[in-house]
């Protein structure tokens, strides 16, 4: 069974760009979250989605979005890229959202990250 | 809000000898509880999880974590370290049952020297 997926691995961008981060969950898992990790606050959450509905926001600016499709996959964009905006940013998956993440199979699997280089 | 605190940012043992990660929590209601292990260049891995069934928990790999609500205490041990055991941890709490989302420790990295 596939893990979740995410691309790029690895992208650099100059301060002022955009970027869109792809996250492709485990088969038959239809929620997904993004995290992202720095050296500096460690990680924090970003969103959650669960049948193409935003459920949870963490405390980011508006520069940061995402959206999820139909088929459970998601995406992640940042705007106007500052350099703080440098780090690696990690999607997880799992069965349902809630207290579903608790259970038996339901808890989140995380992927191996897109890592983010602002310049 | 609830949340942890891991205590040491670096911990070293040598190989073979006890492993022991801290990690505190503040939670005004039953808090579900987990250890997650980094490897370089990957993404977070499930070591063990605390959800009230049982106060000790083991994990794979050989570790277990023991709930104790009267310390507010959910430690990771390891009898015998290994190489490969050299990482970095994460102990994380559920925020709010109703959603997914794990608020983290800011990490402990274990270095394994032999």
């Known amino acids: 069974k596939a893990g979740v997926t995410q691309t790029p691995r690895y992208l650099i961008k100059t301060r002022g760009q955009q970027v869109t981060l792809s996250c492709s969950p485990i088969?038959?898992?239809?929620?997904v979250s993004w995290y992202q990790q720095t050296p500096g606050q460690g990680l924090q959450f970003l969103f959650e989605y669960f049948s193409e509905t935003q459920r949870n926001k963490g405390n980011f600016p508006g520069r940061f979005s995402g959206r999820q499709f139909s088929n459970s996959r998601s995406e992640m964009n940042v705007s106007t890229l500052e350099l703080g905006d440098s780090a690696l940013y990690l999607c997880a998956s799992s069965l349902e959202p809630g207290q579903g993440a608790v259970s038996g199979a339901n808890v989140l699997t995380f992927g191996a990250g897109s890592r983010l280089t602002v310049l | 809000a609830q949340s942890v605190t891991q205590l040491g940012s670096h911990v070293s043992v040598s190989e073979g000898a006890l492993v022991l990660l801290r990690c505190n929590y503040s939670s005004s209601v039953p808090p579900y509880l987990f250890w997650y292990v980094q490897y370089p260049n990957q993404g977070l891995q499930l070591l063990l999880k605390y959800t009230s069934a049982a106060t000790l928990v083991k994990g794979i790999n050989g570790f277990e974590a023991e709930f104790k609500k009267s310390e507010t205490s959910f430690h990771l041990t390891k009898p015998s370290a290994h190489m490969s055991d050299a990482a970095e941890y994460f102990c994380a709490v559920i925020a709010n049952s109703g959603y997914s989302t794990l608020t983290f420790g800011k990490g402990t990295m274990l270095l394994v020297s032999p």
């Open positions: 088969s038959g898992h239809r929620s």
